[in-house]
């Protein structure tokens, strides 16, 4: 219909409250489909009578956290490097072999 200028759609909050930044992260395993996250993110958000977030913006949020979380220590070929270019002690080698990457330094 022309010249009709009501607007149809969802309502979508611009920025995220902190307390559905930590459900995100609470929410999503790395394992889930975007998607998924996105529909248990939002049904927490109606539950506690906060504004839905848009699809995209999720989407980009989980991008980044499970960059976040695969990244946040060095691998174990750096820690190789690093011991074999005399950077780390023997001992920090082995440590940093056996620890979890998010306990690697």
Known sequence: M?????I???V???????????????IDDGRLPIAE??????????ARGRTRTSYERIRQLVHSTRE?????????????LEGGAGLR???SVKDAMVAPRSERR
């Open 2 to 6: 022309r010249g009709d200028t009501r």
């Open 8 to 10: 149809v759609g969802t």
């Open 12 to 26: 979508a909050a611009a920025r995220m409250p902190q307390e559905l930044l930590d459900a995100l992260e609470r």
């Open 37 to 46: 996250v996105a529909r248990r993110l939002n049904a927490e958000a109606d």
């Open 68 to 80: 976040l979380r695969t990244h946040s220590g060095p691998s174990r070929a750096r820690v190789l």
């Open 89 to 91: 002690t023997l001992g």
